[in-house]
């Protein structure tokens, strides 16, 4: 996807671009993060907050792994055929980014972990979890944020011929 694609998908100026990552492991669960930030044990997988300028999803993707989860060892398996969005709850809004989106729109890709779960090491640094964990796919929507469960429903349907597999 080129830079101009990618901008053009950002067309609303109320959603941060940004792009989301199903990590898999061999056993086909996915790596979720407990969000640090949150008191209600809000669990949710990899995500990017913004695509940097002349980024591609998959380059942001690969970023936010290693920000986020301190390795990028992944093999890309697939990525959205279209963008995903949601929105934070008015009163979460002023405290997300400030005020300025209203919601996050996303491109998701899926990847296949090829590390260890030693390689897995949250930063100390302004960390966005503070634990993790493999979950099968099905678990998803239960342990996410209320105003993410549609969107893990739509990831989940999006790719689920690869759940299968």
């Given at each position: 996807m080129t830079n101009q694609k990618i901008q053009q998908a950002a067309a609303s100026d109320q959603y941060r671009l940004g792009a989301g990552i199903v990590l898999l492991n061999t056993q086909s669960e996915v790596l979720v993060g407990r969000r640090a930030d949150l008191k209600n044990d809000?669990?949710?997988?990899?995500?990017?907050?913004?695509?940097?300028?002349?980024?591609?999803?998959?380059?942001?993707a690969m970023r936010e792994l290693k920000e986020e989860i301190?390795?990028?060892?992944?093999?890309?398996?697939?990525?959205?055929?279209?963008?995903?969005?949601?929105?934070?709850?008015?009163?979460?809004?002023?405290?997300r980014w400030a005020g300025r989106w209203k919601g996050q729109r996303q491109k998701w890709l899926v990847m296949l972990f090829r590390g260890t779960d030693e390689d897995i090491k949250l930063p100390s640094s302004y960390?966005?979890?503070?634990?993790?964990?493999?979950?099968?796919?099905?678990?998803?929507?239960?342990?996410?944020?209320?105003?993410?469960?549609?969107?893990?429903?739509?990831?989940?349907?999006?790719f689920s011929t690869i759940f299968r597999d």
């Amino acid at each position: 996807m080129t830079n101009q694609k990618i901008q053009q998908a950002a067309a609303s100026d109320q959603y941060r671009l940004g792009a989301g990552i199903v990590l898999l492991n061999t056993q086909s669960e996915v790596l979720v993060g407990r969000r640090a930030d949150l008191k209600n044990d809000a669990w949710q997988m990899p995500q990017g907050g913004i695509i940097d300028p002349g980024e591609t999803p998959l380059q942001a993707a690969m970023r936010e792994l290693k920000e986020e989860i301190g390795t990028d060892k992944a093999d890309f398996i697939a990525e959205s055929r279209g963008w995903f969005q949601y929105d934070v709850p008015p009163a979460l809004a002023p405290k997300r980014w400030a005020g300025r989106w209203k919601g996050q729109r996303q491109k998701w890709l899926v990847m296949l972990f090829r590390g260890t779960d030693e390689d897995i090491k949250l930063p100390s640094s302004y960390p966005e979890f503070d634990a993790w964990r493999w979950v099968p796919v099905q678990d998803l929507p239960e342990l996410a944020v209320s105003f993410k469960r549609q969107l893990y429903l739509d990831v989940i349907g999006e790719f689920s011929t690869i759940f299968r597999d």
